[in-house]
């Protein structure tokens, strides 16, 4: 126990520090694909529900939050909320259907609905269309903070991240979480016992698009645009690439996989279509090879160097 | 609205349903067998018209060949792919399946863009001229691209529902323990079922180059749209697959004439109320 604390504050003065060293907009890009990357492990690692439509909460939120904060004078944070709170709706509307087919089915029925939700914003007029939307302000915190540097918003960002990874781990460790789970290793077993999957699925898919939503929301204000990239397709293959390679089901995984995939996109950012080929020859590296992905892989190589040891001393002793 | 517009956005449309119906009928072949959702389904397609495309320009292969050629290669490529990536994932989650094909799609699509560019290469039609009907004018190609689609789908269809060899793919989907037992080599005619589905998508493509441009991105665009057929049809549904393409294809014809910037996304609407209606798909009768 004494070890996870010691590495939770290791990784918060590292968070705390970080800016000093490297930009802070590439860190905040990390920190929002960190709370995307879990809100879709949240559905495909726990409930076992693969959706390839998440970029339609992500692009949704990024433009409401945007034009809200365009057009009035509201605080951040009510902006933030307002985006988040337009791809839960999405969300609640779009899981009644999709619910109903089991399986893979609903990978694709998602994704459909996602490319319906890029041709709406792509010919709605307050979006800007193929230009997107530009010049977002960061109106001030509370009404009160001045965030418009990237330095100090970096904080606010750390702190927004923090308490969205906090909810994650509370979702999933909560009796929700592990009916969730009880669902993805055997379905036909929860509706024995006189539960209804459908609606723990459903929930978990609306709490999942709300957290995607905030990651939109949040990348909207870093980078003080919001353009289609942000709800087109290949946006909801990044995530789920994030996830399996960081590792599925795990907690800290969907964090390592966003750092990986945003930093390399970062660096193949000038080289034309290898950042997209690059992350096609990870997922299938991952999928073949590594389906722990990274966390997990390192989880069990430690289980297994630790097994032999305690055998060990079980002999001598 | 003139007799002109509707006829030709009635054309336009079942030209769009033949490669609908086309590329949902070749997906629910392989879905219905192997459970796989074949998401490299557009970049196979693609690469037959990319195939068909560098045989004219650096063989001088016609169309006509190319229009056989084409799709045994990357028939044969998907029975590499197949034995290869596919079959070690097989008994694994069925997400694992789609995933690994949107992989190669991702790569496969990413390649070929970096090696060509982004912008459409014309192909031109083998077929010169038309047919003034009096309301409208009908190419020729245009008129070969919806009977051949037709042929092939009705003939696909036959050759599942109908023959011997389709009543052993239906069983081996069913119980492949039980057909394995009858002597049947059901890992071989999985293969089989990728390659062919992968190369019905292949004469796809080769269908399209001379009508659409030939482009990277030609797969991925229509994948989406085929998926929604798919789900409307009922997964796994070939007839359901076929008639739902062809539909979609004339509805989206004529929503743009009634309303033109909801032309892409009527599908979607579609599916949204099939989903609603039907939950199980329209073919299904249970």
Redesign the interface.
Known sequence: MNKTLLIAAVALVAALIAPVYIYPVLLMTILCFAIFASSFNLL?GYA?L?SFGHAMFFGTSAYITGYILKTTSISLELALLGGMLVSTIMAALVGL??I??A???F???T???S??VY??LL?ASFTGGENGMQGIPRNALFGLIDVKDSFHFYYVVLAVSALALFLFYRIVNSPFGEILRAIKDKEPRVESLGMKPEQFKYLAFVLSASLAGLAGALKATVFQFATLTDAS?PIS?EV?LMT?LGGLGTLSGPMFGAAIVVILNDELAGL???A??A???I??VV??FF?RGFVGEIAALLAKWKKPAKSEAEVTA | MTVQLLAGQLLLGLINGSFYALLSMGLAIIFGLMNVVNFAHGAQYMIGAFTAWFLLTNFGVPYWAALVIAPLIVAALAMIMERLLLRPLSNLDHLYGLLATYAIALIVEGLVRQRYGATGIPYDSPIKGGIHLGFMFLPWYRLWVVVFSIVTCVGTWFLIEKTRLGAYLRAANEMPQIVESFGINVPKMITLTYGFGAGLAALSGVLAAPIYQVSPSMGSNVMIVVFAIVVIGGMGSISGAIITGYLLGIVEGLTKIVYPEGANMVVFVFMAAALMWRPDGMMKSN
Request: glycine residues 14%; hydrophobic residues 65%; without cysteine.
């Open positions: 495909l076992g693969l259907l999709a109903r087919r399986g893979i089915q990978a694709m029925i994704l459909a609905f490319q319906f041709f709406v010919q397709w293959g789920i399996l034309g279509e290898w997209l080929i992350q096609g020859v997922l299938l999928i073949v389906r």
